[in-house]
């Protein structure tokens, strides 16, 4: 008889003991998410905000080259120094203002790209959504892939034009040009704007880690979320 009776005690025990547990389990779930949810929203903005960087950077990429070498090149249209008649570059090398631009075009154009896919993951509520569904996925590789790809490509193009500009100037020739001509005179090391999208692409990449890694811990907890409802329902 004793023992009897005590066996629903044990199993309403046992019950209570179970609901405190899943209690407390769907509290700990429940702030995880809220801090999943906040970190979605920051690095989805700060993206967009690394993606308007990299714009600014490209435009003001060639700043320090136009203030260098633009005296040096009497006739945009004349890039030959050898030209007969004498209106090439005064300086070896200055035409390097004008065959970089092409490059300062696609990078301007590819940032303006990673703009757009910076609001899409806006557009597809990337940033708010609990759940994410098929358009959030998309968002998320587009902008990872896209932005990877973009940043390695204008960091290769930046160590080559780097180098050219570096063994391509005649800075000796440049030093007197600027003195005779007065304008601004910028040696072989100096080598700002090329440095700074070293930086810029670097962190804009970092970026697109941390959001990838946001869409990790998000599939974590809807898969966790899922379990913890499938067994309440078993309860």
Not at 155 to 181: C, G, H, N, R
């Amino acid at each position: 008889m004793g023992a009897g009776a005590e066996s629903p005690r044990r199993a309403h025990v046992s019950g209570r003991s179970a609901g405190r547990v899943l209690q407390h389990f769907l509290r700990t779930e429940n702030v995880m998410y809220k801090k999943q949810m906040l970190f979605q929203r920051i690095i989805c903005y700060v993206v967009l905000i690394g993606s308007a960087v990299v714009f600014l950077y490209s435009l003001g990429f060639m700043t320090d080259l136009y203030d260098g070498l633009r005296q040096a090149v009497p006739d945009p249209k004349i890039l030959d120094s050898n030209d007969p008649s004498g209106m090439g570059p005064k300086v070896e090398g200055a035409r390097l203002l004008y065959d970089i631009q092409g490059f300062n075009k696609l990078l301007t154009r590819g940032a303006i790209i990673l703009v757009l896919l910076a609001v899409f993951l806006l557009v597809t509520n990337t940033h708010t959504r609990r759940r994410y569904y098929i358009s959030n996925y998309i968002a998320i590789g587009l902008v990872s892939a896209g932005g990877t790809a973009y940043s390695v490509w204008a960091i290769m193009e930046i160590m080559s034009w780097k180098a050219t500009y570096q063994a391509w100037v005649d800075f000796e020739k440049l030093e007197k040009l600027a003195k005779l001509l007065k304008f601004a005179f910028y040696d072989a090391n100096h080598t700002f704007w090329f440095d700074l999208g070293y930086a810029v692409l670097g962190i804009y990449i970092a970026l697109l880690v941390l959001l990838v890694l946001n869409l990790i811990w998000k599939i974590n907890m809807m898969n966790a979320e899922k379990k913890l409802l499938a067994s309440r329902k078993e309860a």
